[in-house]
C-alpha cells in the first residue's frame, strides 16, 4: 500500500489538509499548544499548490517603482479580534496599520456620477440627520421609510432571514437597492435575496433585538465609551487593518513559526477511517505515500473535502456539495499620478445593480493604504463575477483588462494607458452562505467522524480573522480528543 511517511514527533499524529489562512492557523495553533500542554504532538500540513496562503497573496512589482498588489483581500475588519491578536503572537504587532485616515469616504455610483455616502453612514443605518436629508441617494420617500425603522417592531423568533429580507422589513426597498446591496452584499458577492442575515451579518440582529431599531443601536454605538487608548484599541475600531508589506506578512510570519512538517505540491487523494485502528485515519497522497493520523483537520473548500469523504460519508459529500460558490476576479491597474488627473477623494466605489454596469466595484488602492504606490504612482484596483455578473468572469485577460479601462474611463475619467495590470481569477472562490447555513453547517459538524474538523471560509465566516478563529478552535478540539485517549499517549 505505499510507505508510510510519519511526522518528526512521534506519538500523536494530526494532518491537517489545506494551507491556506485556516489551516496555517490551525497548525500554527495546534503545535504551540501542544508544546505548552507537553504533548508529543507531530503535525504534518498539506497543500496542493506549491505556496501557503490561499487567496492571500501579495505581489510587489517594479513599474516605475514599487506597486504592492494584493490578489486576494487587502485587509481585515479590526473589531474582530483574532488576526490582530495572532499578528501581535507573531511579532507583528509594530506592522500592522490601518486605512488613510485623511480619506475616509466611500462613494455610491448613483445615475453615473460619483456621490460619497451621507456622513455618519454606518454600513446603511443612518446616525446623522442634515448630511442624511441632503444626500441624493434616496428619494424623500425613501429617507421617510428608513425613518420608520425608529417605530417597527423587532422580529423575536430568532430564525433566519435573507439580508434583503431583513433591511426591506426594517428600512425598506430603496434602502435595499441603493445601499445595502451594493455595501452589504458585494462584500460577500452574494445575491441579497438568498444571503443568509445570520451567517453574514449577525450584529444587525443583536441589534434589532437589544434596541428594537438599527437607528438606535447605531446610535447607542456611538455613544459607547471607547477602550483605552493604545495601538490595539485603535485597530480594534478600524473596519480596515492590514500590514506594511501586505497581507503576505501575516502568511509569512506564520509558515516561519510553525512546528509542522509541510508539504507543499501534493493534494490527499484518498482518506480512510477506522476507528478501530491503532491511528484512525490514513491518508494516501497523490505522490504515492501514505501518511497515518489521529485526528484531522479539513480546511479545504467544500468541493475537496466532499471529495474525500464521499466513499465513506455520503451523507456528508451531499451537505458540503450543497454549499454555492461564485467565481470572481480582481484587475489592478497602476498608472502615472501625471496621467490620472483628479481622483476620487476615498477609499472607493461600490455599484448598485441597478446601474447595470460590469464591474462590481472600484478600490483606490493607493488612497487607501499607505505604501501601495510609490509617490509618483496610482493603483486602482476592480471586481468583477460574484452573483451579480457572473459572465464577466470568463472574460480572457486581455478582454478583462479593456473592460476594466474602459470602465475606469466612464465612471472616472481614467483613460491613461496604465503601467501595470495584474489580474487574480478565484473560481468557485467565494462560498454564498444561503439563508439557513448555520443550521446546515451545526448538522454537517456534528455528523463529523471523531476526531475531524471542517474549517475555512465556507463554513463559518469568511473573512480572516474568521478563519483564524475557526482554525485556533479547531487546534483546541483536536488536543482535547487526543487528551480523552490516554491510550494513545507515549
Known sequence: MGQLAHTEIDGLRVVVIGGGIAGLSAAYYLTRQAQEAGLAVGCTLIERDNRPGGKIITEAIDADGTFLVEGGPDSFVGQKPWAIELAQELGLGDQLIDA???????????????????EGMLMVVPTRITPFLRS?????LGKLRMAFDMLIPARRDGADESLADFIRRRLG????????EPLMAGIHSADAERQSLLATFPRFRDIEQRHGSLIRGMLAAKRAPRPADGRSSRFAASPFVTFRGGMGSLIEALVAQIKAQIIYGTSVAELRHDPSAAHAYRLRLSDGQWLEADAVILATPPAAAADLLAPGRPDLAAGLRAIRSVSTATISLGFRRSDVGTLLDGYGMVIPRGEGRKINAITMTSTKFAGRAPDTGVLVRLFVGGSRNPATFAYDDQRL?????AELRE????????????????PHGNPQYDVGHLERMDRLCDALPAGMALIGGAYRGGGIPDCIRQGREAAGQALAFLRAQPQLVE
Open 173 to 180: 426597498r430603496e434602502a435595499l437597492e441603493r445601499l445595502a
Open 411 to 426: 465612471i472616472l475619467g481614467i483613460s491613461a494607458e496604465p503601467l501595470l495590470c495584474r489580474i487574480y481569477r478565484w
Open 100 to 118: 488613510n485616515p485623511v480619506h475616509r469616504s466611500t462613494y455610491l455610483l448613483w445615475r453615473g456620477r460619483a456621490e460619497p455616502l451621507p
Open 401 to 405: 483588462q479593456a473592460l476594466a479601462r
Open 136 to 140: 441624493p441617494l434616496l428619494s424623500p
